[in-house]
C-alpha cells in the first residue's frame, strides 16, 4: 500500500452534511410534505425531514452529489424560498464557503452531479 492508496479512499469518502433550513410559503401541512417529495428526489439527498409548526426542513445529503446552494435553488425554484433576513443569509454564505472549502480539500471536482452554483441532477 502506498501513499496513493491513501489518496484514493479519501477522495473517495463521502461527505455527509446535516442541516435546517427555514422555508416561507407553507401555509398547509400538504406543501411541506410535496417539499419534502421534491427534495428526496434529489441526487445525494438521503433524508428530509419537515416541521410544520416550525416551517422548516431538515435535510442530509451528499456533498459529493449535491450542494446546500443546490438545496436553496431547489426550494426556491418549487416556489418554497428559504427564510430571509440577516441571519439567515450570512449561515448560508458560511456554509456555501465552508463547502467550497471542503470541495476544494477533496482534490478533484465534484462527480458532474452537483456544482457550486447549485446545479445538481435528480434521481432516475
Keep these: 500500500r502506498g501513499l496513493g492508496d491513501v489518496y484514493k ?11 435546517t433550513i427555514k422555508i416561507t410559503n407553507i401555509p398547509h ?17 438521503n433524508r428530509v425531514e419537515g416541521n410544520y409548526p416550525k416551517k422548516q426542513v431538515r435535510i ?8 446546500y446552494s443546490a438545496l436553496i435553488n431547489k426550494l426556491s425554484s418549487i416556489g418554497h424560498p428559504a427564510s430571509g433576513g440577516v441571519f439567515n443569509a450570512v449561515k448560508r454564505r458560511f456554509i ?5 472549502n471542503e470541495i476544494a480539500g477533496m482534490g478533484r471536482p465534484l462527480t458532474g452531479r452537483a456544482d457550486l452554483r447549485g446545479e445538481s441532477i435528480g434521481k432516475s
Excluded at 9 to 19: E, F, H, L, N, P
Excluded at 35 to 43: A, I
Excluded at 60 to 67: A, E, I
Design 29 to 45: 401541512p400538504e406543501q411541506l410534505e410535496q417539499v419534502e417529495q421534491n427534495l428526496n428526489h434529489l441526487l445525494g439527498v
Design 60 to 67: 442530509d445529503y451528499n456533498l459529493r452529489f449535491v450542494t
Design 9 to 19: 479512499r479519501q477522495a473517495m469518502k463521502d461527505i455527509v452534511k446535516s442541516t
Design 96 to 100: 456555501i464557503f465552508t463547502e467550497k
